[in-house]
């Protein structure tokens, strides 16, 4: 599957921005999808799965209550909804796919179990 995300940009914190990545070359439906990403000289991190369904999901810690990760079937689109942004937010963000219908997302994801990636977009936080 090929994926494709949008809508990073410069916010203030506090600010909100929300991620799309579309999917194409494949059954969205049987692929679990999650969101990483990668700030300045720092390694690439999960952010947040969700599974085929849409009924499981799950979060990084430095995420959760802030941040919500979404699909919608019809449009074959991944979100990723970012509330009350914070400086350190600031990074590359990346949809990922692993392929598989199972019931429970199973998190953190490393980057081994990731069948395809977005080419990334960019957030920038500023304080």
């Known amino acids: 599957v090929q994926l494709q995300a949008s809508g990073g940009g410069l916010v203030q914190a506090g600010g909100s921005l929300r991620l799309s990545c579309a999917a194409s070359?494949?059954?969205?439906?049987?692929?679990?999808m999650g969101w990483f990403r990668q700030g300045p000289g720092k390694e690439r991190e999960f952010v947040a799965a969700?599974?085929?369904?849409?009924?499981?999901?799950g979060y990084a810690d430095s995420v959760k209550g802030r941040f919500t990760i979404s699909r919608d079937k019809a449009k074959n689109t991944v979100y990723l909804q970012m509330n009350n942004l914070k400086p350190e937010d600031t990074a590359g963000y990346y949809c990922?796919?692993?392929?598989?219908?199972?019931?429970?997302?199973?998190?953190?994801?490393?980057?081994?179990?990731?069948?395809?990636w977005g080419q990334g977009t960019q957030v920038t936080v500023s304080s």
């Open positions: 990922a796919s692993n392929f598989g219908r199972s019931s429970a997302i199973r998190i953190p994801w490393s980057a081994a179990q990731v069948d395809s």
């Open positions: 070359g494949g059954s969205f439906s049987s692929y679990a």
């Open positions: 969700i599974n085929w369904s849409g009924a499981s999901i």
